[in-house]
């Protein structure tokens, strides 16, 4: 089997992939592509994602005469599940739960807790109303898979899939989205024990290194109850 190029870089969405690859035992390498110089806009990376973003990966053989390039990182992990039959249930209950709480990652944790994550320590001036708002929808997500794992030991259900795989990595940052782990305790439980999975600590490796030099808050965090 011919590894799969990766072309990422070490952040929430970067990390779907990373751990998703490792789980499913996929050969792949990794090519960091630099955020923090732009080389998200260098032409040869957006061959691979023309939407400038990390991460994307080259299947050689995937389908299609050459391979199948790929960006999204939720349709990434849609792909590598589907090519490894793993992390994706086959029967339509179980497949469909997993569907919804991968979009609900894609269309609801990424881009509320991302922009609460700006807001409450990167954005160059304090605006409340924005941090307010930001933090509360955080609160209510938080929430909501936190009533999820009330009833299930996963996110979609009875066995870890890719569904598990997106959110984790966004949860990562909880201080700095106003979180206290203390109103969620099921979220914490899941969190933790999913934390523990080596395929989970190795993903989370992948790039590790190049991060030593990205930038710096422009402010201090915001107190938990800002």
Known sequence: MQPIQLYSWP??????????????GIPYEAHPVNIERGEQHAPAFLAVSPNNKIPAILDPEGPGEEGLALFES??????????????????PAERYATLQWLMFQTAGIGPSL???????????????????????????????IDKQLRRHRYIAGANFTIADIAIFPWLRQWDRQ?????????????????????????????????????????????????
Request: glycine share 8%; charged share 20%; proline share 7%.
């Open 11 to 24: 952040t929430t969405n970067g990390h779907k992939v990373h751990i998703g690859l490792e789980e499913m």
């Open 114 to 144: 991302g922009v609460a994550h700006h807001y409450r320590y990167f954005a160059p001036v304090r605006i409340d109303y924005a941090i307010d708002r930001a933090t509360n929808e955080a609160r209510r997500l938080y929430a909501v």
């Open 74 to 91: 939720s349709a990434i992990l849609l792909y590598l599940a589907e090519k490894s039959g793993q992390l994706l249930p086959s029967a």
């Open 178 to 226: 106003g979180i206290e782990w203390s109103h969620y305790p099921h979220v914490f439980e899941w969190f933790e024990r999913v934390g523990q999975r080596p395929g989970v600590q190795r993903g989370v490796a992948v790039l590790a290194d190049w991060t030593k030099h990205m930038a710096v808050p422009v402010n201090p965090p915001v107190p938990l109850d800002g």
